[in-house]
């Protein structure tokens, strides 16, 4: 029997819209991370206990960074980096856990499988950007804030809340995993009347509808 691909969503709105772009495709298994990394991180770990699986995907919509990904874009992880993850130093300047040499604050996707979906998106007509992917335990709300962390990861063109979670989950299992996340609102100052939380939710059912015929092949 063929393994399945795992496919964790934060919340239920992700998960439905996941759920709807796989037309019921029996060889994905759809599960709520919940929100943050620990638990998303847990709840993963949870599901591969109980299921086999080839492949891990963290999904949902998220913030997308000035200049690299747009509101309405679909973003793919090149790298899942906890861009919080770290230590203060005594001038205000941010040490992470490489640095620290307490493990890694990065873990790497498939990189030809993400190559795969890209172009499978792209042919699809989705706008989309790839790069690294950020999950942070505080949602970034400052321009300052934005500022730092994208000096803080060059190339970064989102943020999310579960992916690394994810990640690590999937890498302790010895399994690759990727990241998608499709693009609501501008990562910065919080303009809640500036998202497009609806419209995020529909392209990610839509790159959803991508995934059958990248990752099954």
């Known amino acids: 029997m063929e393994k399945r691909i795992l496919v964790m969503t934060a919340v239920e709105a992700e998960r439905d819209a996941v759920v709807r772009g796989l037309n019921g495709d029996g060889r994905f298994e759809v599960v709520?991370?919940?929100?943050?990394?620990?638990?998303?991180?847990a709840r993963t770990a949870a599901a591969l206990a109980r299921g086999?699986?080839?492949?891990?995907?963290?999904?949902?919509?998220?913030?997308?960074?000035a200049g690299a990904a747009e509101v309405g874009a679909v973003a793919v992880a090149s790298e899942i980096v906890a861009a919080d993850l770290g230590a203060e130093t005594p001038q205000g300047g941010f040490l992470g856990l490489d640095e620290l040499g307490f493990g890694s604050a990065?873990?790497?996707?498939?990189?030809?499988l993400a190559e795969r979906l890209t172009g499978a998106l792209q042919a699809a007509g989705l706008p989309v950007r790839?790069?690294?992917?950020?999950?942070?335990?505080?949602?970034t709300g400052t321009a300052v804030t934005a500022s730092e962390r994208g000096a803080r990861v060059p190339g970064v063109v989102a943020e999310?809340?579960?992916?690394?979670?994810?990640?690590?989950?999937?890498?302790?299992?010895?399994?690759?995993?990727?990241?998608?996340?499709?693009?609501?609102?501008?990562?910065?100052?919080?303009?809640?009347?500036?998202?497009?939380?609806?419209?995020?939710?529909?392209q990610l059912e839509a790159a959803s509808a991508i995934l059958p015929e990248v990752l099954t092949h």
């Open 130 to 139: 790839t790069g690294p992917v950020i999950t942070v335990s505080t949602v």
């Open 106 to 112: 990065r873990v790497a996707v498939d990189a030809a």
């Open 32 to 41: 709520l991370a919940g929100v943050g990394p620990a638990m998303a991180a």
């Open 160 to 202: 999310g809340m579960e992916g690394y979670g994810v990640a690590v989950a999937a890498h302790d299992r010895g399994l690759p995993v990727l990241e998608l996340r499709t693009i609501s609102n501008a990562v910065g100052p919080r303009d809640r009347s500036a998202w497009r939380i609806k419209e995020a939710l529909a």
């Open 52 to 65: 086999d699986y080839r492949l891990v995907v963290s999904a949902g919509i998220g913030g997308g960074f």
